[in-house]
């Protein structure tokens, strides 16, 4: 089964930027739709974005919009995050997996096990 390994977290300030990464390993990245799901403490994990196989299409929560841009490189089985102008409310673990469409990721319907993530904290 595809599995994911997440990587780039760490302590930022505020307004600043982070650029997470996922690999695929294990299975056909290329023909999945992606998407970056994060878990604050004491909340439940919440969509953040998606995009689609082709990198043609993508999705985003609208706390993030404008903030945040997600890529992918099919040739390096990698999707990224570039986050900036982070808040303090950005603060959570942030975890990738795969999907059939944008609207299925968006409504958190994955097809993998979750990785461990990585941690993203936003402090002063």
């Known amino acids: 089964q595809l599995q994911f390994v997440e990587s780039g977290g760490g302590l930022v300030q505020p307004g600043g930027s982070l650029r997470l990464s996922c690999v695929g390993s294990?299975?056909?990245?290329?023909?999945?739709?992606m998407g970056w799901y994060r878990q604050a403490p004491g909340k439940e994990r919440e969509f953040v974005a998606a995009?689609?196989?082709?990198?043609?299409?993508?999705y985003y929560a609208d706390s993030v919009k404008g903030r945040f841009t997600i890529s992918r490189d099919n040739a390096k089985n990698t999707v990224y995050l570039q986050m900036n102008v982070l808040k303090p409310e950005d603060t959570a673990v942030y975890y990738c997996?795969?999907?059939?469409?944008?609207?299925?990721?968006?409504?958190?319907?994955?097809?993998?096990?979750w990785g461990q993530g990585t941690q993203v904290t936003v402090s002063p």
């Open positions: 997996n795969r999907g059939t469409t944008l609207s299925r990721l968006r409504d958190g319907e994955t097809l993998s096990a």
């Open positions: 294990r299975g056909i990245f290329s023909i999945y739709g």
């Open positions: 995009i689609n196989w082709s990198a043609d299409s993508t």
